[in-house]
């Protein structure tokens, strides 16, 4: 209320000026747009430019590529051999001299179908619903003519919004910030007031700068408001050139101590889990996101080392031993109460013998004998710990077989690099913040071991890692509360938990819904998955990437087929599922190396897709062709193409619609893939009732995507079809524009 | 009225003339254009072959020399065909050429001549005959050709007798004479060292005394008196034995040479004799052929047989048997398929004469109302004048390549009617590969630039589906729709494909590259470097480290958490030197353990991999680089701020010094 009166008050004040400052508001934008438009004719001239050198290059050098392989023709000048036989364009000049030349005959080129431009991807990639129309689709001018009414209604679709449309009142924060840094600098009547205090709160041109600004563009706020942005962008642009929320580089001179969560940030935010990609392209939304699971660490983890790792090693410390010792007996005695009795002994033995000769210093000695002592230890450390998952152990076994073999904790005095030793002793005592951070993010990793801390972090000595863990030790949990409390599952149990699977399975394809939903990995803390769990209601098995507990009901536990996984035998088969790398090993669905794999049912995410060839097809428009031949049931090729909304496809499928093409392909009840923009060659495959491939929608780790698979025997050369109408469950909402064909 | 019959029959008559003139001038038309485009072609094709004839398979009778080498043929026997040949050419120079004369002959001279009294007889002659023939004094002279000097007109030669002899003249071929005279000549006289500047060796006869055939007042005169009385009845005989590349080119057998008078020597070589080289030597006589044929019917021939042995024979030896001289023997000199017509048509010409082939062409025009018979009298096509050998192959060429036209052929009593009609059904329509078609100008698939790549298509001529036994089942859900689906009967890539990005037609020698064969298409990589640039809040050292990782996880396409361990480690195998390069170490080991977090990698996986990278590291200039940079960061912490951490450790102190 007062507000407003004291505005008014204002207004009324500086009506006069602010008519001319009205102008000048207006003046200067249309100055500052006017630069702004040049500048940006000026910037797609440059991009054009070099469009266009690099497409001279790529011709070029296509050229010199089609030159050097001596198929194509060139018109040489001389005659050929023939030429006394060839038609002749014969010309007499004004001189009286003919002259002729031999008339070469050129084919006829046979015209191509209309091709629109697409972008070549071979995993679906995610887009936004568009809001805005980006263009007025053209169709010809009939259609237009006939069919006004569909235009409007396009546009209808999108609440008005076509792209471009807001132009005049269009105003952003870098253009306001030019606007009244301009108008500041301009020249100001009232020669009272110096208009550079910028300091100073609200001087009075200040206010009529933003009072005439609000006034005109009324919708961009009070002139309150804008003073208030303006203040806030300022700030922002003097402060530093980086945003406020952006941590300094850790590499960078201007490392700061943050926390850790600070630090690891951006790498945990922007980090796909699904794809192991950051800001990967499929998995845009927050929900698909799993974050880092702070319940699990993957075992096994780096126990402390048993030897001193050099002379400045924290355990040479007086009574560090001692203390040492009697945390691995508090350790054992956890142990005991797992019933561990042999490790506990080895343990027992292995502390007697360190201590026996703990005072010595050669570590030359040594590391073979210890190394041996820790294989054995962490040999049964690892079937403790991770007998609830007894697969990751086996994947990492194979992963680090050379560290298994050999030494599965590694020795501490492994080839040390490090940094300490090029500079002066006082220079590395200082902690810079770079080094706290790094500190900070290293000790969840390996906990109280700070050898490998300060040998990782490379510019501290261990002694003077210890020393500052002792400082932050308030703020570090410790170690036992990480530790995953479930218990570990038993050999029978898992058994019976498989049989129950497999009935589960068989159950779900009995009551075979048409609705297949959107996997999206839960997370309910301390709740297991029942009827709340987003899993569950969406009938979808929980997966890895669910924060549930491994041995969680709902999880699909993989198959263990030694053959190829073709068959109704293989569980992750009839469950149209691909064999998860994580889950099945039997069949080598883990392997990288994809020609040791025996499974035939990982096609989809290896990405073995045939090889196809595109021509004008038989039908209409474009087809896709066959190079190799395929068995029946062979995977042909994934249909690929951005994933949009249920919703967005609505809306598109009205264009495409009205062009009589579309690659829309409902992938379940939330996504539709959409290869029109981004698509691979199998977009090309043509509708027939009489198709000789079929279209299944798979979960392939987690993601729904679609595999296009011979129906029959297809030879080389053979072009592409498959039921549009067609999907295993009958997802398929919307179908293409059936096309009269005649049987081959 | 019968002038006005007339009058109508005359106007019929007239209109029929008339109407018969048109019918022939649309006839003509209609024969015209394909005619003239055959023409064209065939000029087209003499002046620049696309093709030789002789490789088609209905064109055998064109090709002379058989492939039956071919089968036997290895590649690792070449070396041997090579020695074997080297040792047969070498042979013949170790040895003695022995020449063993069978006798001069003459046809016109009556046989009775060549019975003499016996008083005539030589000692050299078998008694046994009952008349001996003849003798003519042969005198054999081995002829020198040296290289020509400049002012020379004539190649200055060297003769060297080697021998003389008496052979029968016209000895009868049911009892021939015992006993043949022959001449050894030692090959080393063929050596070029012995004589310097000789071109070549030639063998000459001379005849002496040979008797006149038409001379009608001395006919019965002995042949004794008139050598005395009449020097110049000299006749002469030529054989190149060594041609200038010092290449024997002949090889044992019978020969037979012309004789002709002195005055003009004429070396005519006649059977294996007849090589390229002399064919290209004697041109003007080649032109003459049928006269040297003739002359070698008429004139005087002398027979001899040519052998290499290892030891010289002179005097008399046992007159050996004529070989039988049959055509194909003739024709086995490799070199001999010379284009010269009458070289090559022999044999045909011998198998055309017995079965005197006749064709006519029969012209249909207009339902066959029209019609045009021409005849002809050999095997050529009547457009390309390309010899066919015989019927099958002519009938055969004209369907295939004259296919704007329809051939019927229609056997008849010694003759061969062919009709030609128009085909309607021709439509031009090209039925070759379809990348030919987009060649332009057309004809790629006669390009001359090298061989290329084709597609493999494959024409099902004949298809018998296996049809399936007929039970209800196959009206119940189609399990194996196989039997339904009709194949089309061209099967392969018989179309032109286009890329997909460019729609620029697809070569067959680039169609095994697969434009999907990459995960990470370049404009993906670039979105994804790009995409990660847009962030605000994210340093540049993240960012970078982000993209590395990023570009390195696209390109391998690791599909599940077991395969991450892995992934590390290639990345730092891949890329750890970028890493340290690009000052990101810290940003790498924080990358790590957010992978950690993440249950992706353990702490021992953290750990070993660090010690790959300290590896790396371990170069003199990464060291320096990360020092350079860490004291950086410790001069700016210095200067920024008082560290509030504060570490007073006295501990440090005493583990500093130790130190190194």
């Known amino acids: 209320m007062e507000k407003d009166t004291k505005n008014r008050k204002s207004i009324d004040d500086k009506n006069k000026v602010s008519i001319e400052w009205k102008k000048k508001v207006k003046s200067e934008y249309m100055r500052l747009r006017q630069i702004k438009r040049h500048k940006r004719a000026d910037e797609i001239k440059v991009a054009w430019n070099e469009n266009r050198k690099r497409m001279a290059e790529t011709l070029q050098e296509e050229e010199k590529h089609w030159q050097e392989r001596k198929v194509l023709w060139h018109c040489s000048s001389e005659p050929p051999l023939h030429h006394s036989v060839m038609k002749k364009a014969e010309i007499t000049t004004s001189d009286g001299e003919p002259q002729s030349k031999p008339i070469r005959m050129i084919n006829a080129v046979t015209p191509i179908p209309t091709m629109y431009t697409w972008a070549p991807i071979q995993q679906n990639f995610m887009v936004e619903d568009e809001t805005v129309l980006h263009n007025i689709p053209y169709m010809g001018d009939e259609i237009l003519e006939q069919d006004g009414a569909f235009i409007e209604e396009l546009i209808k679709n999108y609440d008005g919004k076509v792209h471009g449309d807001e132009s005049s009142g269009f105003i952003d924060d870098e253009l306001f910030v030019e606007l009244v840094d301009a108008l500041l600098a301009a020249p100001v009547e009232d020669p009272k007031k110096d208009p550079k205090s910028k300091t100073e709160k609200a001087p009075d041109p200040f206010i009529g700068i933003f009072q005439a600004i609000s006034a005109v563009f009324p919708d961009k706020g009070s002139p309150e408001e804008l003073k208030d942005k303006y203040f806030e962008l300022t700030d922002r642009s003097h402060l530093s050139t980086l945003p406020p929320e952006c941590t300094p580089n850790i590499d960078g001179p201007k490392a700061q101590s943050v926390p850790r969560e600070q630090t690891m940030h951006s790498f945990h935010t922007l980090f796909c889990r699904r794809c192991f990609k950051y800001d990967c392209f499929l998995h845009r939304l927050q929900a698909s996101h799993p974050g880092p699971s702070s319940q699990k660490r993957k075992g096994p983890d780096l126990k402390p080392f048993a030897e001193p790792c050099g002379t400045s090693c924290y355990m040479n410390l007086d009574g560090m031993k001692e203390k040492l010792v009697a945390e691995k007996a508090n350790e054992e005695a956890e142990e005991k109460e797992k019933n561990e009795k042999e490790k506990e002994k080895e343990k027992e033995k292995q502390e007697q013998e360190k201590a026996a000769n703990g005072e010595e210093k050669d570590d030359k000695m040594k590391p073979s004998k210890v190394r041996k002592h820790g294989s054995l230890d962490s040999g049964n450390e690892a079937s403790s710990e991770d007998s609830n998952d007894s697969m990751k152990t086996k994947e990492l076994k194979r992963c680090n077989s050379k560290t298994e073999a050999g030494k599965e904790q590694p020795s501490s005095n492994s080839s040390c690099f490090s940094l300490i030793g090029s500079v002066a002793p006082e220079d590395h005592i200082e902690w810079t913040g770079a080094d706290q951070s790094l500190f900070r993010a290293l000790q969840k990793v390996f906990l109280n071991n700070f050898c490998a801390i300060a040998q990782t972090m490379i510019t501290k000595t261990c002694l003077q890692v210890y020393e500052f863990a002792q400082k932050e030790a308030a703020d570090i949990p410790s170690e036992e509360s990480l530790k995953d409390h479930t218990p570990p599952r038993k050999k029978k149990k898992k058994h019976r938990l498989w049989s129950m699977h497999c009935r589960k399975i068989q159950l779900k394809k009995d009551s075979s819904s048409n609705h297949v939903y959107n996997f999206v990995p839960c997370d309910h803390p301390n709740q297991p998955c029942d009827q709340n769990c987003p899993c569950v209601g969406a009938q979808n098995f929980c997966e890895k990437f669910c924060q549930c507990s491994s041995d969680c009901q709902n999880r699909f536990p993989g198959c263990r087929c030694k053959a190829q996984c073709n068959t109704k035998q293989c569980p992750c088969y009839l469950a149209v599922r691909e064999c998860d790398p994580d889950l099945c090993q039997m069949c080598g669905a883990d392997q990288f190396d994809t020609t040791k794999i025996t499974c035939r049912n990982v096609s989809v995410q290896r990405g073995q897709h045939k090889h196809l060839l595109m021509a004008p097809s038989d039908v209409a428009g474009w087809g896709i062709f066959l190079k190799e031949s395929a068995q029946k049931n062979e995977f042909i090729s994934e249909y690929c193409g951005e994933i949009i909304s249920q919703d967005e496809a609505d809306r598109r499928g009205k264009v495409y619609d009205k062009y009589m093409c579309s690659f829309l392909f409902n992938l379940n009840n939330d996504f539709v893939v959409d290869a029109t923009r981004k698509g691979n060659k199998i977009r090309f495959a043509n509708h027939s009732i009489n198709p000789n491939c079929y279209a299944k929608v798979m979960m392939v780790n987690g993601d729904h995507r679609i595999g296009i698979f011979a129906k029959r025997a297809i030879l080389p050369g053979e072009e592409l079809f498959f039921d549009y109408r067609y999907g295993p469950t009958e997802q398929l909402k919307f179908v293409g524009i059936e096309r009269e064909m005649e049987f081959l | ?660």
């Open chain 2, 1 to 660: 009225m019968p002038p006005k019959k007339r009058d109508k029959d005359s106007d019929s008559a007239a209109k029929s003339v008339q109407m018969d003139q048109m019918n022939h001038e649309l006839f003509l038309q209609a024969f015209e254009k394909p005619t003239q485009i055959y023409r064209f072609l065939k000029t087209r094709s003499q002046l620049s072959p696309i093709f030789l004839p002789r490789t088609l398979s209905y064109m055998r009778t064109r090709m002379s020399r058989t492939h039956k080498a071919r089968k036997e043929f290895k590649v690792n026997g070449i070396l041997a065909q090579v020695v074997a040949r080297k040792k047969k050419e070498a042979a013949p120079m170790a040895d003695f050429m022995t020449i063993t004369f069978l006798g001069v002959y003459d046809k016109k001279l009556e046989p009775a001549r060549c019975f003499r009294t016996p008083d005539q007889q030589d000692e050299n002659n078998a008694a046994s005959a009952p008349a001996a023939p003849e003798l003519i004094k042969l005198e054999t002279i081995l002829h020198k050709v040296c290289h020509k000097k400049r002012k020379d007109v004539t190649s200055p030669g060297l003769q060297v007798v080697l021998g003389e002899s008496q052979v029968p003249l016209n000895p009868s071929e049911e009892h021939p004479p015992p006993q043949a005279p022959t001449v050894s000549i030692p090959t080393e006289s063929f050596t070029r060292a012995s004589s310097n500047m000789v071109k070549s060796f030639n063998l000459m006869l001379k005849a002496f005394d040979m008797p006149q055939p038409n001379n009608d007042t001395e006919n019965a005169e002995p042949a004794a008196k008139r050598r005395r009385r009449d020097d110049s009845n000299v006749y002469t005989a030529e054989l190149l034995l060594f041609d200038k590349n010092n290449h024997c080119n002949l090889v044992a057998g019978d020969y037979e040479l012309s004789l002709k008078k002195l005055e003009a020597p004429v070396r005519i070589p006649k059977g294996r004799v007849n090589t390229w080289d002399k064919a290209m030597e004697v041109p003007v006589e080649l032109n003459k052929g049928s006269g040297q044929l003739e002359l070698f019917r008429t004139g005087p021939v002398i027979k001899f047989r040519l052998n290499w042995a290892s030891e010289p024979s002179s005097g008399m030896v046992e007159r050996p048997r004529m070989l039988e001289a049959s055509p194909s023997e003739s024709t086995t000199d490799k070199e001999n398929s010379t284009p010269s017509a009458d070289g090559q048509n022999n044999v045909v010409a011998k198998k055309k004469e017995a079965q005197k082939m006749h064709i006519v062409y029969q012209f249909l025009y207009n339902n066959n109302s029209r019609q045009q018979t021409e005849a002809c009298d050999d095997l050529h096509c009547p457009w390309c004048s390309l010899h066919c050998g015989n019927l099958y192959a002519l009938l055969k060429h004209l369907k295939l390549n004259h296919p704007r036209f329809c051939f019927t052929y229609v056997p008849l009593p010694d003759v061969a009617r062919i009709d030609i009609c128009i085909n309607e059904c021709f439509d031009g329509s090209y039925a070759g590969n379809a990348i030919d078609m987009i060649a332009q100008p057309p004809g790629l698939a006669f390009s001359r630039d090298g061989p290329v790549r084709r597609t493999c298509i494959t024409n099902v001529l004949v298809c018998r589906p296996k049809r399936p036994t007929p039970s209800m089942a196959e009206f119940l859900e189609p399990d194996d729709p196989d039997f339904e689906n009709q194949r089309s009967y061209t099967t392969g890539h018989n179309r032109l494909y286009h890329h997909t990005t460019t729609c620029l037609p697809i070569f067959p020698k680039e169609m095994d590259e697969d434009s999907e064969g990459e995960n990470d298409p370049p404009w993906l990589q670039k979105k994804t470097m790009m995409m990660i640039d847009e962030f605000t809040d994210v340093n540049e050292g993240e960012k970078e480290l982000m993209k590395m990782w990023n570009l390195h996880v696209m390109k391998h396409g690791y599909v599940g958490d077991c395969q991450i361990p892995l992934a590390v480690e290639m990345f730092i195998e891949a890329k750890g030197d970028e890493v340290l390069a690009k000052n990101l170490y810290r940003n790498f080991v924080v990358h790590m353990s957010s992978l950690f977090d993440f249950g992706l990698i353990s702490a021992v996986g953290v750990y070993t991999s660090l010690q790959k990278l300290h590896e790396l590291a371990n170069r003199q200039e990464c060291k320096m680089e990360l020092a350079s940079c860490w004291k950086a960061q410790r001069d700016h912490w210095h200067a920024c701020q008082k560290p509030p951490v504060l570490s007073p450790n006295p501990p440090t102190t005493t583990a500093a010094p130790e130190k190194n």
